[in-house]
């Protein structure tokens, strides 16, 4: 018999631990968040869309610098620096789409940069990433603004 009330509490406990090691007590993780935002944004098949772009924190020349961005069928049209009040010079590749700020953010977290990620709560889309990096390589990235065109 005291073999049965030693080997019951034991086998309770091992059960216990094996179930709390498979849960996550924080929720879900950020990458699996990351991914429901984004199969949200894509569900949306949103092609024709601005939205305004800044950057801080990078040596860059627009850093701080609000850039509208124009997207036509899923490719930058236009970039406008509403700051300076003057078209953007340069490629049109330069300018992400709400697409390509995913790709960024993925492949941030994947390098161990990615230190914060918010989303548009209608839209799904990345509104602000903190990115982790020597000083000239790190800083935050806004989206804003978001809306849809004809």
Same mark, same amino acid.
């Given at each position: =018999?005291r073999?049965?009330?030693?080997?019951?509490?034991?086998?309770?406990?091992s059960a216990?631990?094996? #179930?709390?090691?498979?849960?996550d007590?924080?929720?879900?993780?950020a990458?699996?968040?990351?991914?429901?935002?984004?199969?949200r944004w894509?569900?949306r098949h949103?092609?024709k869309?601005?939205?305004?772009y800044k950057?801080?924190?990078?040596?860059?020349?627009?850093?701080?610098?609000?850039?509208? #961005?124009?997207?036509i069928?899923g490719? #930058?049209?236009?970039?406008?620096?509403v700051?300076?009040?003057?078209? =953007?010079?340069?490629p049109?590749s330069t300018?992400?789409t709400?697409?390509a700020l995913?790709?960024q953010?993925?492949?941030?977290?994947?390098?161990?940069?990615?230190?914060?990620?918010h989303?548009?709560?209608?839209?799904?889309?990345?509104?602000? =990433?903190?990115?982790a990096?020597?000083?000239d390589?790190?800083?935050?990235?806004?989206?804003?603004?978001?809306?849809?065109?004809?």
């Open positions: =018999m073999t049965r009330f030693v080997s019951t509490p034991l086998a309770l406990l216990a631990l094996l #179930v709390a090691a498979c849960r007590p924080a929720g879900p993780t990458s699996s968040t990351d991914a429901v935002h984004h199969a894509d569900a949103l092609t869309y601005q939205y305004d950057l801080t924190g990078f040596f860059i020349a627009f850093a701080g610098h609000q850039i509208r #961005v124009t997207v069928n490719a #930058v049209s236009s970039a406008f620096d700051t300076a009040g003057q078209p =953007m010079t340069g049109l300018w992400p709400i697409d995913f790709d953010a993925e492949r941030a977290s994947d390098a161990g940069l990615l230190r914060a990620i989303y548009d709560p209608t839209f799904d889309y990345p509104t602000q =990433m903190d990115l990096g020597p000083p390589a790190s800083g935050t990235i806004f989206a804003s603004g978001l809306s849809l065109l004809p």
